[in-house]
């Protein structure tokens, strides 16, 4: 078994401490061994034990032979009880049944808001079901500020953000997009092709606006706002339902708001590609 330990953040009161287990298999051995944990009442049982907080298995699409194992501990100490437990005795002996091969990634996450930018950036994620609650105007100003201070080339600020709050907005919004998620805001993140810095017939309108989305999602995930980045919305018809200017055009939406109490979580979120796969040191 190789078993490859990454430890990341620190110790702190607030904080939840959170593994990510990727066990790989062959030939199915992988799924084969949730399912006897699942029918064992294992993962049941775990989920009862003193401080746990989550324990759930996701099947990443991009790998049949690999599942992936979330739990969440109220702290270390809930921790090592789970590891002293009768429970982890078995997951151990059935993981040598099946001859998986374990990954380990063990973090800490903080209470939501203010978080330091390593947390936020964990923790930022996609959120696909929202529930009914507005995202109070303080936090909103603070999300919207973070995008007036996004760099853009030759610093021409050709973003025009629009936010979506009126039933009527909304519902614009879902004429062209199946993707708002219930969210109670969306901010169209538009850019002005005549404001953003051109040469012959390249422009960095679109580039420019990105930063500015990317700087909002992040400052939404650390106020404690949940976020989504939407690709899938018809760019023409939202031009014509908002009667934008030919020259604004919109690049992508943010629903933002909180998460509903059901919504499990992205499992994508924890399918990430090796640093060596990305990398490359020239
Ligand atoms: C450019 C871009 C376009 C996206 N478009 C959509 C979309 O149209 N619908 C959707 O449900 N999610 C969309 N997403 C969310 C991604 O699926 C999600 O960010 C990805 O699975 C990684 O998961 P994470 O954000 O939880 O880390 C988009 C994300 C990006 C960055």
């Known amino acids: 078994m ?21 066990y790989t298999g062959q030939n199915g051995s992988a799924k084969a061994f949730v399912n006897e944990m699942i029918a064992k009442g294992i993962v049941d049982q775990v989920r009862n034990e003193k401080g746990n907080k989550r324990y759930d298995y996701f099947f990443p699409i991009n790998d049949p032979e690999t599942v992936l194992l979330i739990d969440c501990w ?63 105007k303080e936090k909103l100003n603070k999300i919207l500020e973070a995008g007036r201070l996004a760099p853009t080339a030759k610093n021409l600020q050709p973003q025009k953000i629009y936010v979506a709050t009126s ?53 939404a995930t650390n106020v404690g706002v949940d976020n989504i980045w939407i690709e899938m919305f018809d760019k023409q018809a939202l031009k014509k339902e908002f009667g934008l200017e030919d020259s604004i055009e919109p690049i992508c939406l943010l629903p933002i708001g909180y998460k509903d109490d059901e919504y499990t979580g992205n499992p994508l979120h924890h399918v990430r590609k090796e640093l060596s796969e990305t990398v490359i040191f020239v």
């Open 167 to 219: 039933r009527e907005a909304l519902e614009k919004i879902d004429k062209v997009s199946p993707c708002r998620y219930g969210a109670s805001t969306v901010l169209v993140v538009c850019s002005d092709k005549k404001i953003a810095w051109a040469k012959d017939d390249y422009s960095t309108y679109e580039m420019d606006a990105c930063i500015v989305a990317t700087h909002m999602m992040l400052e």
């Open 74 to 136: 109220e702290n270390q100490e809930a921790l090592d009880l789970h590891h002293k437990s009768l429970m982890m005795k078995q997951i151990a002996e059935l993981r040598e049944k099946y001859h998986l091969k374990m990954r380990v990634e063990q973090y800490t996450t903080f209470s939501k808001e203010n978080q330091d930018f390593e947390t936020v950036i964990r923790n930022r994620t996609a959120t696909r079901k929202f529930k009914n609650k507005e995202v109070e």
């Open 2 to 22: 190789i078993c490859d330990r990454i430890i990341l953040g620190v110790d702190n009161k607030e904080m939840n401490l959170t593994i990510n287990i990727y």
